[in-house]
């Protein structure tokens, strides 16, 4: 019903700046150009309230000059059939109104493929700050806010209107811990809102066709060239093979984990067994699983252990060690 409103104001607006034209100002020229201005003016405000201005500049301005060139191609055509009969002008509008559409649709995509281009990627680089898309298992997990508080992280935070549907799906769950996890989501998104070191900003701009919410931010970010932060692994290697960048919370963390060499002696308490037998397993104070052998006899003590090697992992860092005495 809005598109054949929309369709029926374009077409009011084309015959009375045409009338007005020719009546008022006379000319086979004026004939022509004022109904151009007029609808193009029409269609910048009807782009402007179904896209939201979300698209890349030069997409728009590809779609506008598509629309006068398709409006210009259909006058030329539609022109030599005003003068057939009573008739002729409305042919005339009907033609001049497939070919604006025609003519903005090949122009917004070569709007699209321009603007994809290196140098206008690089372009964005250079005046500011990659906004920053946020997934929905980096809000879920809730460290982003501290780290955005410390200020490690800078520029405009996206949270796209999908993943807050998402989001929402999940605080509605019927199951208690995903519904947990969805308002702690929301929770973490209401602390960024708030937060003076960043700027969080919602982004309607959806992909219909795709259906995977992982493919859905993958595609926006390489729309508007932004990057995008995550815990996930598997979105991150897809990510990066399909050319965008991704800041993975993970391996931030892994990063500023303290570095624990061999022959080191810590203090840790074993909580519960290892996979192999006579193993115990403690952890550190930022999450770091430590195996300690022959560890089990000792559950739920404090314990002095020796680092004997140090494995690591995509998940995360793995620290293996003796019993001092034992060790020694």
């Known amino acids: 019903m809005k598109w054949l409103l929309r369709l029926l104001i374009a077409l009011v607006v084309f015959y009375g700046a045409y009338q007005y034209a020719v009546t008022q100002m006379g000319g086979v020229l004026w004939a022509i150009v004022l109904p151009l201005i007029a609808e193009a003016c029409l269609l910048a405000i009807f782009i402007g309230e179904i896209k939201g201005f979300k698209l ?67 372009k964005a680089k250079v005046e500011g700050v990659r906004m920053k898309l946020l ?36 605080a509605d769950s019927s199951d208690p811990l995903k519904r947990a996890r969805g308002r702690r989501g929301l929770d973490i998104l209401n602390k960024l809102q708030k937060s003076p070191q960043v700027k969080i900003e919602v982004m309607e701009l959806d992909f219909p066709k795709v259906k995977e919410v992982d493919s859905k931010l993958i595609a926006l970010a390489r729309e508007i060239g932004a990057d995008i932060l995550t815990n996930d692994f598997n979105l991150n290697k897809i990510a990066q093979i399909q050319g965008v960048n991704v800041l993975n919370i993970n391996q931030l963390a892994n990063a500023v984990k303290p570095i624990v ?28 699983m430590v195996v300690v052998e022959q560890g089990e006899s000792l559950m739920n003590q404090a314990a002095d252990v020796v680092v004997t090697s140090i494995l690591q992992t995509p998940a995360g860092r793995m620290i293996f060690a003796a019993i001092k005495n034992h060790a020694a």
């Not at 809000?139 to 410390?150: K, Y």
């Not at 996979?275 to 550190?284: C, D, F, P, S």
């Open 56 to 122: 890349h500049p030069m997409a728009y301005a590809g779609g506008l000059l598509g629309t006068i060139l398709g409006l210009i191609i259909g006058s030329l055509f539609g022109y030599v059939l005003i003068g057939i009969n009573e008739s002729g002008i409305y042919l005339f509008i009907l033609i001049n109104s497939m070919f604006a559409y025609l003519g903005y649709s090949v122009g917004i995509s070569w709007g699209k493929e321009i603007a994809s281009l290196p140098a206008f990627r690089q």
């Open 135 to 170: 997934d929905t298992s980096v809000i879920i997990d809730g460290r982003i806010a501290d780290i955005c508080e410390a200020g490690f992280i800078d520029g405009t935070l996206i949270a796209p209107q999908f993943i807050l549907n998402e989001l929402q799906h999940i």
């Open 261 to 288: 060499l061999p022959g080191e002696t810590m203090t840790v308490t074993v909580t519960r067994q290892g996979k192999e037998r006579g193993q115990g397993v403690a952890y550190l104070d930022d999450g770091t």
